[in-house]
């Protein structure tokens, strides 16, 4: 699977656009990008995924460049509770093996 | 259940004795992951099943620890002779199969402490 990059740390006003961005140059063409984030003390939540097209939910939007080495992952109205530390993954779907977590980005939502 | 559950949520143990942990994965769930947290740090990969066989075994970090799962449904992580640097948050997740793309749903954890 294809390795990412994210920065360690990011901060962000409350109510203000949090934009996390993700480095996957050498991402292949049938691997998705997947963004899950871990609030303290409990367990990551699956938050959005794509492949090449830009997606959102009710929680994020993800934004893919056309050339799929990059993606953001946008918090539209940052909330203090979405302070977590971000994971972006890729990898082929029903890849049969484990889904890979890097150290991820963490971000701190202040009032 | 509606979610992943996991038991016990905490487990306080003596350096030497064998811990059980377990996992009940979301009904239907044939794919399920166990992971470890260590104090400040990433999320470690330790095992996976499809159904009840582990294709992926490779993160169990030596022969003290080992899982099974049974029905297809609960699993259950041991580990004998426990050592302090096994200390740890010890999540599972479940997924569903035959999705195109795999969506996992972790459970609160189970938090390990060998004294």
């Known amino acids: 699977d294809a390795k990412t990059t994210q920065p360690p740390s990011m901060d962000c006003a409350e109510g203000r656009a949090a934009n996390l961005p993700c480095n996957h140059s050498?991402?292949?063409?049938?691997?998705?990008v997947y963004w899950y984030r871990q609030i303290h003390s409990q367990g990551p939540q699956y938050i959005i995924h794509?492949?090449?097209n830009n997606e959102t939910n009710e929680m994020a939007s993800l934004i893919i460049t056309e050339d799929r080495k990059s993606s953001t992952l946008i918090l539209p109205h940052a909330t203090l509770r979405d302070t977590a530390v971000y994971y972006c993954i890729v990898r082929v779907a029903q890849a049969g093996t484990a889904l890979i977590f890097g150290k991820g980005t963490t971000l701190s939502v202040s009032s | 259940g509606a979610g992943v559950s996991q038991s016990p949520s905490n487990k306080v143990t003596e350096k030497g004795k064998d811990v059980e942990l377990r996992c009940d994965p979301i009904s239907g769930h044939t794919a399920l992951y166990w992971y470890r947290q260590s104090l400040g740090q990433g999320l470690e990969f330790l095992i996976y099943?499809?159904?009840?066989?582990?294709?992926?075994k490779s993160g169990l970090p030596s022969d003290r620890f080992s899982a099974e799962r049974t029905g297809g449904s609960v699993s259950t992580l041991t580990i004998q002779r426990t050592q302090q640097e096994d200390s740890a948050v010890y999540l599972c997740a479940s997924a569903q199969d035959g999705m195109r793309v795999e969506k996992l749903f972790f459970g609160s954890g189970t938090q390990l402490s060998v004294l």
């Open positions: 099943f499809q159904g009840n066989s582990a294709p992926d």
């Open positions: 794509g492949l090449k």
């Open positions: 050498t991402i292949s063409g049938n691997e998705y």
